[in-house]
């Protein structure tokens, strides 16, 4: 039986951080599927399409990895793809109540959806894509925060806003 699970969050846009769980997620399943929030009472810098494209891009050659969007209740996307795992990254102490929070909720509105948490790498523990905006949008560096390719998006962004 193919091993499914999801990773879900709002990619706005996707660092290096997101991308060691993806992978590490992928070495664990056979199937990962990266959905995007699309929400749009959330301020994203990115709209969906740009946040999908993005993870699209780095992840091309990433076998077993696809990515997709989705918009309301997380578990009503599970079961669309018939997903019962969601794997989410655990940087610090301080990401811990959220992530229970949702856990537990989720959990509670589909009791055949578990969450698994993975520890984040210590290298990337401190990341987090509103600090990378932050940088960008005040011209600093970081590219050793996300790939390349965001970071062309990222700066053609903060240039067309001016
Ligand atoms: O990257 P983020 O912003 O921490 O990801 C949060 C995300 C997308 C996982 C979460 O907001 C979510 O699942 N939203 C969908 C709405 C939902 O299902 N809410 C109930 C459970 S909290």
Not at 53 to 68: A, I, N, S
Not at 76 to 90: C, D, E, H, P, Q
Not at 91 to 107: F, G, I, K
Not at 117 to 143: C, D, N, Q, T, W
């Amino acid at each position: 039986m193919m091993t499914r699970a999801v990773v879900p969050g709002s990619f706005d846009p996707v660092t290096y951080g997101h991308l060691d769980i993806i992978q590490r997620a992928r070495r664990l399943f056979d199937e990962v599927v990266v959905a995007v929030l699309e929400n749009h009472s959330k301020q994203f810098l990115f709209p969906v399409e740009e946040r999908v494209e993005m993870l699209k891009e780095v992840t091309r050659d990433w076998p077993g990895v696809t990515v997709d969007y989705f918009s309301g209740l997380l578990v009503t996307y599970m079961k669309k793809v018939s997903a019962r795992v969601i794997v989410r990254g655990l940087r610090a102490l301080s990401d811990y109540e959220y992530e229970l929070q949702m856990a537990l909720t989720n959990h509670e509105l589909d009791e055949e959806v578990e969450t698994i948490f993975l520890a984040s790498s210590a290298h990337y523990s401190f990341l987090s894509s509103r600090m990378v905006k932050e940088v960008a949008s005040m011209g600093g560096k970081i590219s050793d925060f996300v790939p390349p390719y965001v970071e062309q998006k990222l700066k053609a962004k903060f240039k067309e806003r001016g």
